[in-house]
Structures are given as C-alpha cells and as structure tokens.
T-cell receptor, first 116, second 113 residues
C-alpha cells in the first residue's frame, strides 16, 4: 500500500523557536495533504488542507500565521510551527489520499512536538 | 458538515471475548465511513471502510462493521479478541467523494488475559 512518512518523529524545542515538520508521500504523488493535531487522549482534529501549487486551506480557529504550510512538490508538504509555545505541544499527523477513485487516506506515523 | 460520536472512551474485555465498539454519525449528505486503529506509539492504520454496496464490511484480522443508515451507526465488532488487538480505535466519516475526514473521540480497547 501507499506509504506516508514524517520527519522528525520527535522534536523538543524551546519556547519562541520555530519547528518544521515534513510529510512525504513515498511511492505516490499527492496534490493534497492534510495536517491533523492530536492532543493526549483526544481525537484527531483537522488543522489544514495543504494544496500543491496554491495556498493551504485552514480550518476555523487555526492561526495561519502560526502554522505555516508549504506544499513544495507533489510528494512533500511541510508544517512550520512558528514561535512555538508550550500549548503547541501535541502530536502532529499528516495524511494523503491515494490515487484512484474512492481511495482512502494514508496516514504518516506522526511527529510528537514538545515545547519547553 | 459531519460529526462522529464514539460512545465509549474505554472498553476493557477479556481475551477471546467478543467486543463491540460503538460509532454514530450525523451528516446532511451521503457518507463514507471508516474505522482506523492506532497501536501504541504508532500512526493510524485503516482497519476497514464502507463506501457503497454491502453494508457489512470486514477486515483481514477478524473485525467487521455494519453500516446502518436508519440508525446512523457504524459499530465495529469482533467475535473473539486477542491481546494484540489492544489499541485506540477511531471511527471517521467523510462526505461521498470528499477527502476531509472527521474523527470520533476514539475508543481505547484494552484486552485482559
């Protein structure tokens, strides 16, 4: 099946710094990717839709200036958490839909961010 | 817009016992329905999905779910669980042809020996 990778898997940073998370589709192209955030013992909440060649679409309540998304190519989307604060600590997960009709989402393994 | 409710946050069962994880959804349009499983410290994996056709769908590891349109439910069942089934299970919904998923709160399935 299709594989989606994320890098890094773990990141610890100081408050006020920026952190970049990469999401790659390894064996297929994805014009669209999705970014989710999962707080401990909670569900996944969609943050934004990353679109190759155009601006990302953010869900209501998500600060676009804080969570910068760049869909650099058909296999790579990046999420940059700018000026991170402890409340941004979470598990960030990306997904990409497979090709073909009625294809389902393939999820990356997630990136755990801890802001000190 | 869609929403999903998983009625049980935790379900403890004994090994080899049957289990049902409940999922109800609401939507103003036709839907696709999914169950994803998240093993400890891992990403989400698709367990099974309903897109169209038979309302009973099965996974390769013995789980099944039935789409019940009148009750807006998509409950997940397994007749006999194994220790390795210990995980977090998420029900999710999307509009037909849409790619955005809306997830339920998750149900933690714990199997006791």
């Amino acid at each position: 099946g299709a594989v989606v990778s994320q890098h890094p898997s773990w990141v610890i940073c100081k408050s006020g710094t920026s952190v970049k998370i990469e999401c790659r589709s390894l064996d297929f192209q994805a014009t669209t990717m999705f970014w989710y955030r999962q707080f401990p013992k909670q569900s996944l909440m969609l943050m934004a839709t990353s679109n190759e060649g155009s601006k990302a679409t953010y869900e209501q309540g998500v600060e676009k200036d804080k969570f910068l998304i760049n869909h650099a190519s058909l296999t790579l989307s990046t999420l940059t958490v700018t000026s991170a604060h402890p409340e941004d600590s979470s598990f960030y997960i990306c997904s990409a839909p497979g090709t073909g009709p009625k294809e389902t989402q393939y999820f990356g393994p997630g990136t755990r961010l801890l802001v000190l | 817009a869609q929403s999903v409710t998983q009625l049980d946050s935790q379900v403890p069962v004994f090994e080899e016992a049957p289990v049902e994880l409940r999922c109800n959804y609401s939507s103003s349009v036709s839907v696709y329905l999914f169950w994803y499983v998240q093993y400890p410290n891992q990403g989400l994996q698709l367990l099974l999905k309903y897109l169209s056709g038979s309302t009973l769908v099965e996974s390769i590891n013995g789980f099944e779910a039935e789409f019940n349109k009148s009750q807006t439910s998509f409950h997940l069942r397994k007749p006999s669980v194994h220790i390795s089934d210990t995980a977090e299970y998420f029900c999710a919904v999307s509009g037909v042809g849409a790619q955005k998923l809306v997830f339920g709160q998750g149900t933690r399935l714990t199997i006791n020996p």
